[in-house]
């Protein structure tokens, strides 16, 4: 996907190899011990080779590409890249984006120019404050653009019924899915609901909601396999947004004040649960324990909410308090500023 973005774009690009530690996440086990579990040692060994490949190609596109900074997203996949800098001494910048950094930038945090990060500096204890820089996650400027009225217009719905926006990322999640699909009936009854279900389950749904017979009030709910374009229309109208808890569901909803629930992934996404944990702290947003999401949680929870304008308004407020529409400009201006003053004259021939 990367690649056809970014060539679209007009920009240079390069792919690497690079390997994804798998770690035992169980509690009080060793260091060792998360990585050297027997059900994942065998292809955590295959990846440490790939990182080192990763590093050895990444010297090579360093060298060619001549950069005066690097700025580096975070994952996997940004680990050859840093320790390739690192090796060559180009400056480079990180951001971290949730709450519970991952194993890549807390190694690239110790020789990285600054640190960029998604939520309030004091979040982030494990990492040098004096490096840190508080500029958000960035998001589409469609979505500060769009208009509400547009986006009722747009998925035909009712102004004068509240809107639900149901998503589990572009891949979908089949348990909330499966809820939602459980709790149309009422739902349905006095909300409207739009659902990015994921490329693969939305035709898994419609077969079920066939299977259910004919259900009233069916043609207020909007399910979808994915969102691009329209998402910002589906923000725009919403009056409440349900989602798992990563950055980009917590950014867009703080950027346009919408009350949230987060339904956090409990068992391959520990940053997602720290995401929910600190903003249902801060009273920015309603969890639901994933193993505890049931049709009548969710219905409770959505109902307690719309039914409540104070109660909606203050999870609004709260969670526009994480709202940083400038991310991306601040996000530049940084990695720009962190390029060296002056750079060593090229020898002839360099591009």
Known sequence: MEA???????????????GKFRRDQRAGISLVSKFTNPATLGLNAKDLVRVGQGVVASLKIIRSFKPDVIFLK??????????AARFLRVPYVIHESDVSPGLANRILSR????????FPTKSYPGFESERLVYVGNPIRPEILNAHRLE???????DDKLPVILVTGGSQGAAEINDVVLNALPQLLERFQVIHQTGEGELARIKFELSR?????????????????????????AADIIIGRAGVGTISDSAALRKPTVLIPNNQ???????NARMLARMGAVRVIDNAKLTPE???????????????????????GEFARPEAAKDLARLVVASAPASKPERAAGDE
């Open 74 to 83: 975070g994952g996997f996949v940004c680990l050859p890249v840093g320790l």
């Open 212 to 236: 259910q017979g004919v259900m009233p009030n069916l043609k207020r709910y909007h399910p979808y396999a994915f969102l691009m374009k329209e998402m910002p229309l589906a923000l725009a």
């Open 111 to 118: 020789w990285a120019k600054k640190i960029a990060v998604g």
């Open 4 to 18: 056809r973005i970014v060539a679209a774009s007009g920009i240079r690009f390069a792919a690497i190899k690079a």
């Open 297 to 319: 949680r969710l219905v409770g929870e959505v109902s307690r909410i719309l039914d409540n304008p104070v109660e909606a308004a203050s999870l609004a407020k709260a969670i």
């Open 268 to 274: 391959m996404a520990a940053h997602q649960i720290a």
């Open 151 to 157: 986006g009722l217009a747009a998925f035909k719905l």
